[in-house]
T-cell receptor
Framework: AQTVTQSQPEMSVQEAETVTLSCTYD???????LFWYKQPPSRQMILVIR??????QNATENRFSVNFQKAAKSFSLKISDSQLGDAAMYFCAYFPGDNNDMRFGAGTRLTVKP | NAGVTQTPKFQVLKTGQSMTLQCAQD?????MSWYRQDPGMGLRLIHYSVGAGITDQGEVPNGYNVSRSTTEDFPLRLLSAAPSQTSVYFC??????????????FGAGSRLTVL
């Protein structure tokens, strides 16, 4: 079974600074999708960014970018110019497509200090 | 607003009781799923459906039933509640599984406590 590992249960960052959240995954597939979801205290799950494994270019969404290392099976999230509203749980997710499950990591709780 | 609607938001049950968590989406999404979220374990898939009349088991299906009689609705039934089913439950949907269609839209979650 595919697994997703987030090795940092908690992280903190100073407002306006940059922070990187780690994610590794285990798979034998060559084509798949990776996601980062954000869960603020409201509990709502919000998509942050998405990466397709066949694309070598790292995805970027405003202040959020990923470092996708396919050979290393690593998918880290970089948040630049951190804002107080970025404080949340962040979940990394792996999806192989077809008739398979989306697998989530255990999450990283990000605190943003003013 | 279009999206995924879950009810109830909170529920307390006694061991052995049954209940149904409702999930409805108005985006004409083919794929729907139920997850449970437990501290330190992320989200784990309970059951999913790739279309009306088609359901399948996920990672943790025991103690739960689902059905998909319409595209819009995907209820989750707890047959005989146990304290181990205390959790936050999320319903999610997407247009499909292929590239561009597989981004999940989540409901707001339902917190269930089993005493």
């Amino acid at each position: 079974a595919q697994t997703v590992t987030q090795s940092q249960p908690e992280m903190s960052v100073q407002e306006a600074e940059t922070v990187t959240l780690s994610c590794t995954y285990d798979t034998s597939e060559s084509d798949y999708y990776l996601f980062w979801y954000k869960q603020p205290p409201s509990r709502q799950m919000i998509l942050v960014i998405r990466q397709e494994a066949y694309k070598q270019q790292n995805a970027t969404e405003n202040r959020f970018s990923v470092n996708f290392q396919k050979a290393a099976k690593s998918f880290s999230l970089k948040i630049s110019d951190s804002q107080l509203g970025d404080a949340a749980m962040y979940f990394c997710a792996y999806f192989p497509g077809d008739n398979n499950d989306m697998r989530f990591g255990a999450g990283t709780r990000l605190t943003v200090k003013p | 607003n279009a999206g995924v609607t879950q009810t109830p938001k909170f529920q307390v049950l006694k061991t052995g009781q049954s209940m149904t968590l409702q999930c409805a989406q108005d985006m004409n999404h083919e794929y729907m799923s139920w997850y449970r979220q437990d501290p330190g374990m992320g989200l784990r898939l309970i059951h999913y459906s790739v279309g009306a009349g088609i359901t399948d088991q996920g990672e943790v299906p025991n103690g739960y039933n689902v059905s998909r009689s319409t595209t819009e609705d995907f209820p989750l039934r707890l047959l005989s509640a146990a304290p181990s089913q205390t959790s936050v439950y999320f319903c999610a949907s997407s247009r499909g599984r292929s590239s561009g269609a597989n981004v999940l839209t989540f409901g707001a979650g339902s917190r269930l406590t089993v005493l």
